[in-house]
């Protein structure tokens, strides 16, 4: 059976790239983290806290897993798969984050790369992840080029000063597998309710045919008994004598 979802929340986190490449300038720069339990290289993410809003829990675990201040953006969507017999959500923002590391890593990090969108996703270990930003950052970089932030609040879009917005919108499962899996039951379902239909007419059939077949033997069965009781009673009937007595 099915144990309770796992709920946990990251960011995809960028910055400008400091310096420049071949002549050209290093550009956006995408952040990955290397786990000290498995050495697998992850998007920076973690499990929600008791009570925890998922858009705090995604800065909390992003802010300790690298290092570095962010400002949360849009919501990007998020990732479904099996943790042991568990399964577990994974809701992720776009996030721009300071130029300088400003606190130490926690301990489950052992290191933290800056990549280019093509690389990080060539790092990352797990084919789902890979998948994900290679969609969902794309997008989300034509639409809305990284600035180069100061801190957790600063500049935002509209050119004023303020405190960072999440902007709530609607999961995306890039792999299909949730709609996948709904079609598959729906599909199930409305072929179980046809096989059903048909079966259950034949099953009430079949028990109107079992009570006229009940009722049947039922009379055959008291017409035999009341003819064995007539039978019974005409041989025990005591026979009168043809002799009459002399007087």
Known sequence: MAGKTIEAAGGIVLRKGSGKSSGRSAGTLIAVVQRAKDDAWVLPRGKLKRDENPAAAARREVVEETGHRVEVHEYLGAITYRAGRRPKVVQFWRMEADAQARHELMPDIVAVDWLPLKAAIRRLSYPLEKLFLRHAIARALKKQPVKSGKGDTGKTGNGRNQPAKVRPAKAVDPTGTARKKERVKARDRA??????????????????????????????????????????????KPKKSKNKRKS
């Open 191 to 236: 072929r179980d309710k046809v096989r059903d239909k048909p079966r259950a007419k034949d099953l009430a059939k079949k028990m109107a045919k079992d009570i006229v077949k009940g009722k049947a033997k039922d009379k055959k069965k008291d017409k035999a008994e009341r003819q064995r009781r007539k039978a019974g009673r005409k041989k025990n």
